[in-house]
């Protein structure tokens, strides 16, 4: 038919086939998704307010915690030895505090010393009570040049033997027991400034009364040995 062209069966006139004009994606006038776009900076704001707002209820749930001291109950004077029956406990809120004072858990059987005064209703602080054994017995160091016996260590009983040197002759006059049955505190670790390569030191507990002499044959500089009390039991 003339003017017809070539027109694909069925086809109706005026519509182009095949053409994407008009296509619902990508016409004039189609509505696009909406995006959704995660802002680094959102998340650390959001992550912020999360760790102020945790770190402030630790805070307050801190401050008001409560802990049981001991407290005393009447005046207690330096050198006194105390025992619950001159505390009394009570509950208060210290904070980052509480390890300052005497505790239920603090206190042995024995009691403990009163090194300073603590008035009546006043929280004992740790640093005013001191080992029962403070009244009798004080703490030295002593050196010796001798090998320490096997089995000495914190705890041990140990006696301790002096010989005076003779005027300088490095010979020595016959040992004597400086003090019997001191306790041994702790090995003192070596150091540098404190002991050379061929001497030891220990710390010992000795009875207050025997103060004066141990003191005197350290700056006399007489030859002090470690002898202790029992020997360990050795395995057979």
Do not use: C
Not at 4 to 20: K, M, Q, T
Not at 71 to 88: F, I, K, R, S, Y
Not at 93 to 116: C, E, F, I, N, Q
Not at 184 to 202: F, K, N, Q, T, Y
Request: proline share 6%; no cysteine; glycine share 12%.
């Amino acid at each position: 038919m003339a003017g017809g062209g070539n027109r694909a069966p069925g086809a109706r006139p005026g519509r182009v086939v095949g053409s994407g004009a008009g296509s619902p994606r990508t016409g004039v006038g189609g509505a696009s998704r909406p995006r959704f776009w995660l802002d680094v900076r959102f998340v650390l704001g959001i992550l912020l307010v999360v760790g102020s707002v945790t770190g402030v209820v630790l805070v307050v749930g801190s401050a008001e915690r409560t802990v049981a001291v001991y407290a005393a109950a009447e005046p207690l004077a330096a050198g006194d030895l105390v025992t619950a029956d001159q505390l009394t406990t009570i509950e208060v809120r210290l904070g980052g505090a509480d390890g300052r004072y005497l505790s239920d858990g603090d206190l042995p059987d024995g009691g403990v010393m009163v090194t300073r005064s603590v008035a009546a209703g006043e929280l004992v602080p740790i640093a005013a009570v001191g080992a029962p054994t403070s009244i009798r017995d004080a703490s030295i160091v002593i050196r010796t040049s001798s090998e320490l016996p096997r089995g000495v260590d914190a705890g041990t009983v140990i006696d301790l033997w002096s010989a005076a040197e003779q005027e300088n002759s490095g010979r020595y006059a016959p040992p004597a027991v400086l003090v019997g049955s001191a306790t041994v505190v702790r090995i003192v670790e070596a150091s540098g400034l404190i002991l050379d390569a061929d001497s030891h030191a220990v710390e010992v507990l000795v009875p207050k009364t025997a103060v004066a002499r141990v003191l005197q044959a350290i700056a006399n500089s007489d030859a002090i040995s470690v002898v202790p009390v029992s020997q360990p039991l050795v395995a057979g």
